[in-house]
Antibody, heavy 122, light 107 residues
């Protein structure tokens, strides 16, 4: 069955960096676009980054562009999110998710991991 | 960027009743690229509906979606206690692929 398991979250100071990982299994990882979505405590969902199945194309929300970098390693079946220049407002649970079917960023998200919490202190 | 506005903020209903949730987009959505997700406390979101009206795999037929253009609706007929959750809509036709603010359904 499809499984997505995030790791790498933790407590970091403002201005610091962190690298999140998402281990994928149960499907052909290299056939799917992958996305990161975050959720601040008690708040709604925010789409933040997406990467094509080949890793050639990346898409970012304006709120993280220039500070976060999405990448993937198909040999490891893993998705990554490098977080830099962190701000207090980046505090959130970070979910990785798989795009449904078609090879484009413009798809809904059909499987999600449980998320990893990133806390940025001032 | 497209902004999605969900209403009401909270819906309190009884088991067996029908729930009607609204999602309004600030611009016409291309090809009805609108999805609905259910999120229970401590869990990730779960895809319910995509393409405005197509049920995702394994979703009971109590859940249905409708609408086009800028106005979309999620209907949950015959509410069950397990349907207590927050429901989010998402447009995926334009980047950034924004979500609405959510509707909390209490049963």
């Amino acid at each position: 069955q499809v499984q997505l398991v995030e790791s790498g979250g933790g407590l970091v100071k403002s201005g610091g960096s962190l690298r999140l990982s998402c281990a994928a299994s149960g499907f052909s990882f290299s056939d799917y676009y992958m996305t990161w979505v975050r959720q601040a405590p008690g708040k709604g969902l925010e789409w933040i980054a997406c990467i094509s199945n080949t890793g050639d194309s990346m898409y970012y929300a304006d709120s993280v562009k220039g500070r976060f970098t999405i990448s993937r390693d198909s040999a490891e079946n893993s998705l990554y999110l490098q977080l830099s220049s962190l701000r207090v407002e980046d505090t959130a649970v970070y979910f990785c998710a798989r795009g449904l079917g078609v090879l484009t960023v413009y798809v809904p998200l059909d499987f999600w991991g449980q998320g990893t919490l990133v806390t940025v202190s001032s | 960027e497209i902004v999605l506005t969900q209403s009401p903020g909270t819906l309190s209903l009884s088991p067996g009743e029908r729930a009607t949730l609204s999602c309004r987009a600030s611009q016409v959505l291309a090809a009805s690229y609108l999805a609905w997700y259910q999120q229970k406390p401590g869990q990730p979101p779960r895809l319910l509906i995509y393409g405005a009206s197509r049920r995702a795999a394994g979703i009971p037929d109590r859940f249905s979606g409708s609408g086009s253009g800028t106005d979309f609706t999620l209907t949950i007929s015959r509410l069950e206690s397990e349907d207590s959750a927050v429901y989010f809509c998402q447009q995926y036709g334009n980047s950034p692929l924004n979500f609405g603010g959510g509707t909390k359904v209490e049963i």
